[in-house]
């Protein structure tokens, strides 16, 4: 709302403004009105104007435009000399917040139990959370109830910062997983840890390129962190490379020189007149298979004896 200056002495007009604002490197704002006051004008030499002509006062009243516009000119040149002061004043801000950034605290890689029966184990980079409770009411009443998740340790942000959206943080999750053993529950993270405990054998691991928001302060990444190369496509690694090359790069390979087709041979007497249906052709025989040994009889064939000739008997 425009507030009315207070005059030293009162005048024919009321000057009315907003609260100049200055917020450095940011913001300032100036704004100013006036406004004829009746009441006042014998405080003015409005009478004396009327009497003029009115040549003479369009006159008067261009130069008096004139010379607001020298002063408003000059206005925003000195506004214009604030805009750079005050970018210097913001890139210096900038520089503090990222200074006073204060590094993620971790467990170094260790297994550790918070005050809320969280066990967490965590890196500058990355943090793992379980949870295993007892339900001790409802449908699940005397189950485990198992909490897990695997996020980026992302730094505090800047508390000056503003409109900052640092992306999706949580790397996986599991919120709901209930057994009815509590060493089936702890079977179950250790499992879950095993998949994931490459994460956490180094303090500062590269940070994965779709991570990497959160660990850039005004544009700068943060100090004793690295950022993982991006994973490409086959198919985007491949058009790189052959937009790499040039028309001689590639050689063009000979061309095969075809061979004409042979003319047809002039058939033999022996061959088939044309129009001649052709013989049929003999059904192939299946390749002939192994015969079984014959069975034996169970009788041995009998064999027949040899007749000795008997030799003649002289008379």
Same mark, same amino acid.
């Given at each position: 709302m425009a507030n009315r200056r207070k005059e030293a002495e009162p005048t024919f007009y009321r000057a009315w403004h907003r609260q100049d604002e200055l917020d450095p490197g940011?913001?300032?704002?100036?704004?100013?009105s006036v406004e004829f006051d009746r009441y006042q004008v014998d405080r003015s030499d409005l009478s004396e104007l009327v009497k003029?002509?009115?040549?003479?006062?369009?006159?008067?009243?261009?130069?008096g435009v004139? /010379?607001?516009?020298?002063?408003?000119?000059?206005?925003?040149?000195? @506004?214009?000399?604030? !805009?750079?002061? /005050?970018?210097?004043t913001?890139?210096?801000?900038?520089?503090?917040?990222?200074?006073?950034?204060?590094?993620?605290?971790?467990?170094?890689?260790?297994?550790?139990q918070q005050e809320n029966g969280v066990w967490e184990i965590s890196n500058r980079v990355y943090i793992m959370r379980y949870r295993i409770t007892q339900m001790t009411e409802g449908?699940?009443?005397?189950?485990?109830?198992?909490t897990w998740g695997v996020a980026v340790h992302r730094p505090q942000r800047p508390s000056t910062e503003k409109h900052y959206y640092v992306g999706d943080t949580m790397v996986v999750e599991q919120k709901k997983k209930y057994y009815n053993? !509590?060493?089936?529950?702890?079977?179950?993270?250790?499992?879950?840890?095993?998949?994931? @405990?490459?994460l956490f054998t180094e303090l500062s691991p590269p940070i994965p390129d779709k991570f990497k928001r959160p660990f850039f302060i005004?544009?700068?990444?943060?100090?004793?962190?690295?950022? @993982?190369?991006?994973?490409?496509?086959?198919?985007?690694?491949?058009?790189?490379?052959?937009?790499?090359l040039h028309e001689g790069d590639i050689?063009?390979?000979?061309?095969?020189?075809?061979?004409?087709?042979?003319?047809?041979?002039?058939?033999?007497? !022996?061959?088939?007149?044309?129009?001649?249906?052709?013989?049929?052709?003999?059904?192939?025989?299946?390749?002939?298979?192994?015969?079984?040994?014959?069975?034996?009889t169970a009788r041995a064939a009998a064999k027949k004896p040899h007749r000795k000739k008997r030799a003649a008997m002289a008379r």
């Open positions: 940011i913001r300032m704002a100036l704004e100013r003029l002509p009115l040549s003479e006062l369009q006159a008067r009243r261009k130069a004139s /010379a607001e516009k020298t002063i408003m000119a000059n206005i925003q040149a000195a @506004a214009q000399e604030w !805009e750079t002061q /005050a970018a210097r913001m890139l210096l801000d900038r520089a503090i917040e990222y200074i006073k950034t204060p590094q993620v605290k971790h467990t170094s890689n260790k297994w550790k449908d699940k009443k005397g189950q485990w109830l198992v053993a !509590e060493a089936d529950a702890q079977h179950y993270i250790q499992g879950r840890f095993d998949v994931y @405990a490459h005004n544009g700068i990444l943060l100090p004793g962190y690295t950022v @993982a190369p991006r994973e490409r496509p086959p198919q985007e690694v491949a058009e790189e490379l052959l937009s790499l050689a063009e390979l000979p061309a095969v020189e075809q061979e004409a087709p042979d003319a047809p041979a002039a058939p033999s007497p !022996e061959q088939t007149p044309p129009g001649t249906p052709e013989a049929p052709k003999p059904k192939e025989q299946p390749p002939p298979q192994p015969k079984a040994p014959p069975a034996k």
